[in-house]
């Protein structure tokens, strides 16, 4: 056995000698799909183990006590002090005003300890590494300074205090973990922020405590022993394995989406390896027949010609691998600011085996089949040319083809964070590919059953359309999968637009505006309509909470919070209404009356209440001030969380939570030119208040948009360049049938430009039906992208759907005329000596 395989060896090695002008396609589709895998896995490799290195510095402590709206009692804080070294920050939005009161700035104030910060390094532009500035003075980020046009040794006044600018702030350790940051950031200390008395009972304001602990201690544990020894503290706990947990969810989900659509590219790359390797074959017969001729059997010219596509192969696949290994080093380069932090360039090795390992799966699935063909074919079938014994493909390749896409499936499943979510995603790639297999056969099986057509040059179209050796499967498939990316892309990238449009509505309010002190709020809607007689302003009492009970179940207990149950995931705002809240809509249960003086009822948005198995008369517990609620759910609404108003998942009677501490927040809407005058002269009258342009808000949801559909577009494109590689493949294969037939044409009388129009016919047809079939697919595909894995809302542009598809669709019929060159260049003698 071993001298056999020496033998095949020896002669794949001389009969391939480096010429691999035969196997240029399944190089190519290889590398495109394990490149683009490996890039894919490297970075998101590179993103998370950055996370987890960094998550020390990332959350500023081995473990964070975060709380809302309060401070640490002096038992808490005690009990975090016998635990570890502690660094108090206090953060809020807060304007910022000059002197003259002559502009204002919404800022994300931070007041720090001395302490702080406990890992990273706080750092300013020149170079110095600082901690808490002195009382009166305070660090600023370069966007505050251009947008007020201020300059170190400047002041710009909080609330009721000045401060002097005394840095730059070029690095904060722990941005990443502070979350969505609503405007540029500033750094005082804890007693300078205390001055500007904008910290209050019912101030919108987060304190956080963090803990460097001895190096034996595991955070976990000590987390949960501090939630244990304070059940109602209603604390949100992080530790430095997590510190970004936001974050890390997106990258990973982001990533395995990417994967799978990588995943995909390398598929339809595998159909172009199938086409390539049989095409290469077809161009072997000569060998192979002089091999068998020679004395080879079956199985060696099997094992000659697989050594001869698994050495290719393999060489593709490694040159795939450096390129994905050394893309996230560029991508870094290129594009460091847009990603949420930036790696060191290193090497790991799981998603580069996990991409060979598709890639040589990939290789043997779609190698097989015309290796079989190539070995059953007896040399005197080869000799007369017959073409039928090419389609028989023995029981041990159907195997090895059935074994290697098990193995694909359990690869991507054990790979993947949410296998559900893979299945589904390899589930719908394997019906589409069946699908169009499946329309191959039946256009074949049509065309031979219909009426010849008397034109001669339509007739020889259809003709060849289930002529013996047409390759109309593959070209169905090449086709039909080139044209549903065409349109896939289009409808994820307009309805990622459109999102982005719609983001603000036509009726959006101009301003958020939060921490109104309640007993002010008649005089602040007064002094709205000194600007404007003619603004709308909605003013809504505004508090956080966080919820420790649902269903009887505590969220403490939980292992893991059920799926899409994104309201756990720390505190949320709360609100108290008499009325049904505005842009909301009770689907079951019912409002209470308006004078409710009863137990504590809730109203639930739908979708929480249904992430968390809620239904009528469920209890649900909010921590609120370090204080315990229980209520019960008296209904679910509706909302419209999309019209830029006070939206609450959570809403009480007044009875509940009008007595507790808190300020109010509005919405105002009003002439755009009267904005700015607005933004000026609120903040003097109310010091307290912070004031949110909504196009501010719309502008960081749209850069995240468009950066996600930068990816999409970018993974996306290596599958388009796949099914073109595709379709170059099934063109070749079915050179040597398209030459027999030009030549027999010419010797007819045939001219060049009509053996041209009958292939431009052919594939006109097949490119005007597969259009249709692309159209439905391709709607299908990208509604299933935008509405079940990002949630958004399906709004495609149908015209540049429609527009993107009919350029594909004419790009591959040019690929295909262009393809036909060779066919129409081929001289008659010659090509009838080698027939």
Not at 622 to 641: C, D, Q, T
Not at 663 to 674: G, S, Y
């Amino acid at each position: 056995m071993s001298s056999d395989l020496g033998k095949a060896w020896t002669i794949a090695r001389r009969d391939l000698r480096g010429r691999f002008a035969g196997l240029r396609l399944l190089i190519v589709c290889l590398l495109l799909g394990v490149a683009t895998l490996a890039a894919i896995g490297s970075l998101t490799n590179a993103i998370t183990e950055e996370l987890a290195n960094r998550g020390q510095a990332i959350l500023g402590g081995d473990l964070e006590i975060a709380v809302a709206q309060r401070e640490a009692t002096p038992a808490e804080l005690a009990a975090l002090e016998a635990t570890g070294t502690v660094s108090q920050t206090l953060r809020m939005q807060a304007m910022a005003r000059l002197p003259d009161g002559s502009d204002t700035q919404l800022v994300e104030l931070k007041g720090v300890d001395g302490a702080y910060p406990l890992y990273g390094k706080l750092t300013l532009d020149n170079g110095e590494t600082v901690s808490a500035p002195a009382d009166g003075e305070i660090y600023v980020t370069p966007a505050l300074m251009q947008r007020l046009s201020l300059a170190l040794g400047d002041t710009i006044v909080f609330g009721e205090a000045g401060f002097t600018i005394s840095g730059v702030i070029a690095e904060e350790p722990d941005r990443l973990s502070e979350g969505l940051s609503l405007g540029p950031v500033a750094i005082t200390s804890l007693k300078a922020l205390r001055a500007t008395q904008l910290i209050q009972p019912g101030s919108l304001f987060e304190g956080k405590y963090r803990l460097k602990l001895d190096p034996a201690v595991d955070p976990g544990a000590t987390g949960d022993r501090l939630s244990n020894q304070f059940p109602n503290a209603a604390w949100e706990i992080k530790t430095r394995d997590d510190g970004a947990p936001s974050t890390r969810r997106f990258i990973e989900r982001m990533g395995q989406f990417l994967t799978l659509v990588g995943l995909a590219s390398l598929v339809i790359a595998g159909i172009g390896v199938g086409n390539g390797v049989a095409s290469y074959l077809r161009g072997k017969q000569g060998a192979i027949a002089t091999l068998k001729i020679l004395g080879a059997d079956s199985a060696m010219i099997f094992r000659i010609y697989l050594f001869q596509i698994m050495a290719v192969a393999l060489g593709a696949i490694a040159l795939g691998l450096a390129i994905g290994a050394l893309a996230p080093l560029a991508i870094i380069q290129i594009a460091g600011d847009v990603l949420p932090i930036k790696p060191e360039f290193a090497i790991y090795p799981l998603p580069l085996l996990v991409s060979a390992l598709y890639g040589l799966l990939i290789a043997v699935i779609f190698a097989l089949p015309p290796l079989s063909r190539a070995k059953t074919i007896p040399a005197a079938g080869i000799i007369r040319g017959e073409g039928r014994s090419w389609r028989e493909i023995d029981r041990q390749s159907w195997i090895g083809v059935g074994l290697a896409i098990a193995a694909i499936i359990l690869l991507a499943l054990g790979t993947a964070n949410e296998p559900l979510f893979s299945a589904s995603f390899i589930g719908a790639a394997a019906a589409i590919l069946l699908l169009l297999t499946g329309l191959g056969a039946l256009i074949r099986w049509l065309a031979s059953k219909a009426p010849r057509p008397r034109q001669p040059l339509l007739r020889l179209a259809l003709t060849s359309l289930h002529r013996p050796d047409t390759q109309t499967g593959q070209l169905v498939v090449a086709l039909g999968l080139g044209l549903t990316l065409f349109a896939t892309l289009a409808a994820i990238q307009t309805s990622l637009t459109n999102e982005i449009r719609s983001t603000v509505p036509r009726d959006a309010p101009s301003f958020f505006v939060l921490d109104i002190p309640v007993e002010r709020a008649d005089d602040f809607r007064a002094k709205v309509a000194e600007t404007s007689q003619t603004a709308e302003v909605n003013i809504v009492p505004t508090l956080r909470g966080i919820i420790t009970e649902f269903g009887g179940q505590r969220v403490a207990d939980l292992e893991t919070l059920p799926e899409g149950a994104w309201v756990l995931r720390g505190d949320r705002g709360l609100t108290y209404s008499a009325t049904i809240p505005e842009g909301s809509e009770i689907v079951a249960g019912e409002w209470w009356d308006a004078d409710y003086d009863g137990p504590p009822l809730v109203s639930v948005d739908e979708e929480q209440g249904a992430a968390l198995g809620l239904k009528i008369g469920d209890s649900l517990t909010v921590s609120l001030l370090g204080v315990e609620i229980p209520a019960r759910v008296a209904s679910f609404r509706k909302v419209n969380w999309r019209n830029f108003g006070f939206n609450y998942v959570l809403v009480f009677p007044p009875s509940v939570l009008a007595d507790v501490p808190h300020n109010v927040a509005a919405t105002i809407q009003l002439e755009k030119a009267k904005e700015d005058r607005l933004l000026t002269t609120l903040p003097r009258e109310f010091p307290s208040i912070s004031m949110v342009k909504v196009k501010e808000i719309a502008s960081q949801i749209g850069d995240i948009l468009d950066q996600m559909a930068t990816a999409i577009a970018a993974a996306a494109s290596i599958a388009i360049f796949s099914g073109i590689a595709v379709l170059i493949g099934a063109i070749a294969a079915s050179r040597q049938a398209r030459v027999y037939d030009s030549v027999i044409l010419k010797l007819l009388g045939a001219t060049r430009s009509q053996i041209l129009t009958v292939q431009a016919i052919e594939y006109a047809m097949l490119a005007l039906l597969l259009s249709l079939v692309a159209l439905g697919l391709g709607l299908f595909a990208g509604w299933f992208v935008i509405t079940q894995i990002f949630e958004f809302t399906w709004q495609p542009d149908w015209g540049i759907v429609l527009l993107t598809l009919a350029v594909g669709a004419i790009v591959t019929l040019g690929i295909g005329l262009l393809g036909s060159i060779p066919v129409l260049s081929a001289k008659p003698a010659r090509a009838l000596r080698e027939l």
